[in-house]
């Protein structure tokens, strides 16, 4: 059964992760002051725990924003994902090498929280988007190209979720070798351009409205520096975006309404036309009776 994609509104999932977010960013705050008070009965010396603290409150303060708007503030709870993870990894190789059990035991703890989180975020996205052809990563990252091609000074016909929905639909009916480079192009841009273009580590989706513009203009235009440096892959990113993003958005009845482009079938010289098939004579009848 294929549900319909959900665009407006946070999930009930959603709502859900951002609670958990800022629940965890809250106990890690405590943990930090319990630690740095506490630190000599957990048998971890001070340069060991102090490291520990500025970790959990860097991710408390990471979450703290990110529970803060799950959407707007992508960002900073990616950073606090990887933050999470590398702490759990750190604690667990910690209490191991030590044969710390209070190390080990917080690091487990926080691995069972990571994946927890993990595992939320991701049924969240599922009850947003139910994509067809691109993978649910693949389909959020051509939310945001979508938000950043399609500038029509916030008179759009159509929203980016819903010209993403239109490229979806129509990859999933197309039966190519090229699709899977499509899928590549996706990849590309959300984990390589931001780190070409803006040097930044942040992947395409986490970046701001003016720096996702940056990043395509840089990719789109002609001449420059840029464009002598790329290969060849880049130059076919490019062409991919403007195809896909001219059918989903200007191939849709509202694009085409608002670019002026009326159906031949509805202009006014069309009534008056016969539509009736015409016939004509086989021109090699003579030379088959022969």
Known sequence: MDYPMKVYGLNLLETFLGRCISFVAMLLTA?????????????????YSAAGAVAMVGTSILFTLGGGGIRQNRAAMDCGFGLLALMSLGW??????????????????LVVIFIGLCYLRLQAVKARFNPRFFSLRQFETLVQIADTMIDTDGNEALNSIEVAIRIDRLMANVDSPATAQIRLVMVLTEWLLPLLVLGTPLPFSDLGSNERRRTIETLIKPGGLWRKLTTKIFHDVARTFKFLFC??????????????FVPFEQRPQYSGLDHSPRHYPDPFTKERNL
């Not at 667990?92 to 703890?109: D, H, M, P, T």
């Open 31 to 47: 943990s930090s002051v319990a630690l740095l008070l506490w630190h000599e009965n957990l048998s971890i010396s001070s340069p």
């Open 92 to 109: 667990c190789i910690f209490g191991a090498v030590k044969l710390n059990l209070y190390a080990a035991s917080a690091g487990f703890i």
């Open 247 to 260: 059918a989903g958005y200007y191939g849709s009845p509202e694009g085409m309404a608002q670019s002026g």
